[in-house]
């Protein structure tokens, strides 16, 4: 099984025909880039399938979606508490001196990425989600459940 960071798949699912699990979903029509996130769980041959369409036969009506196999930071080495709950991740390469023992507290996880990492675009979000929740002993769904809500 794969796990998938997207939004807004639902539609593509049903008319690819492809079995997917919708395993967390968030809507925020605030936020700057993304209105929703979710993460599907799809069997193997799915997930090959689902990657072998090319993007100019993708509708606009599918959504998006990224994978990822990990991210380029490493092991995370800092105790961060997001959203009340204890997650080991990654200082910014910008902490300076004075500020290498600021807080380390966040409301949610897109904020911790957007704020700590300064990233927010979807493929690097799905990249340091990978990472966080292979480190941290769970799954990508269990990642955004706990710490983004």
């Known amino acids: 099984m794969k796990e998938i960071l997207g939004g807004g798949l639902d539609k593509a699912f049903e008319e690819l025909n492809l079995y997917a699990q919708k395993m967390y979903e968030l809507k925020n029509k605030s936020w700057e880039y993304c209105e929703i ?51 080991w991740a990654w200082d910014n390469d910008n902490r300076i001196e004075k500020d290498y023992y600021k807080d380390r507290k966040y409301k949610n996880l897109l904020e911790y990425f957007s704020e700590e990492l300064n990233l ?15 480190y941290n002993g769970m799954t990508m769904a269990e990642l955004f459940q706990k710490y983004q809500g």
């Open 120 to 134: 927010s675009a979807e493929r690097n979000v799905c990249a340091l989600s990978v990472d966080l929740a292979k």
């Open 37 to 87: 996130y979710q993460v599907w769980r799809l069997p193997d041959e799915d997930y090959d399938k689902l990657c072998l369409i090319p993007e100019n036969a993708w509708k606009d009506n599918w959504g998006w979606w990224r994978s990822a196999e990990g991210c380029v930071l490493g092991n995370p080495d800092h105790r961060y508490n997001i959203k009340h709950h204890y997650i």
